[in-house]
């Protein structure tokens, strides 16, 4: 049984930095693509950024080109969001995800992911 188990939430000013991290068990997931997702209140889960089975490819949604980067180690089975110039904006619930299909690019449709993580709250105050 897979399990993601996020960390690194916390409450940060406005320009302020976090690093996400999101620790893998019951599988290796070094073959498979990762992802970060976000749910902010009252609004649907939105992907955020994403990076393929070898780290080669990553991919981001364009609110956070530049500020957030997602990076992966397979000797620790853990893959991180750093978030640099955080914004008001970016307050929510992060969630780390896992392609359950080996060998694939960076995803960025939540359907394309089999295993989720319980999520980690970020604020951002103003």
């Known amino acids: 049984q897979v399990q993601l188990v996020e960390s690194g939430g916390g409450l940060v000013q406005a320009g302020g930095s976090l690093r996400l991290s999101c620790a893998a068990s019951?599988?290796?997931?070094?073959?498979?693509?990762m992802g970060w997702f976000r749910q902010a209140p009252g609004k649907e889960r939105e992907f955020v950024a994403g990076?393929?089975?070898?780290?080669?490819?990553?991919y981001y949604t364009e609110s956070v080109k530049g500020r957030f980067a997602i990076s992966r180690d397979n000797a620790k089975n853990t893959v991180y969001l750093q978030m640099n110039s955080l914004k008001p904006e970016d307050t929510a619930v992060y969630y780390c995800?896992?392609?359950?299909?080996?060998?694939?690019?960076?995803?960025?449709?939540?359907?394309?992911?089999?295993?989720w993580g319980r999520g980690t709250q970020v604020t951002v105050s103003s």
């Open positions: 995800a896992l392609d359950a299909n080996p060998f694939r690019g960076a995803l960025r449709e939540a359907t394309q992911y089999d295993y």
């Open positions: 019951g599988r290796t997931i070094s073959r498979f693509a």
């Open positions: 990076i393929s089975w070898s780290g080669g490819s990553t």
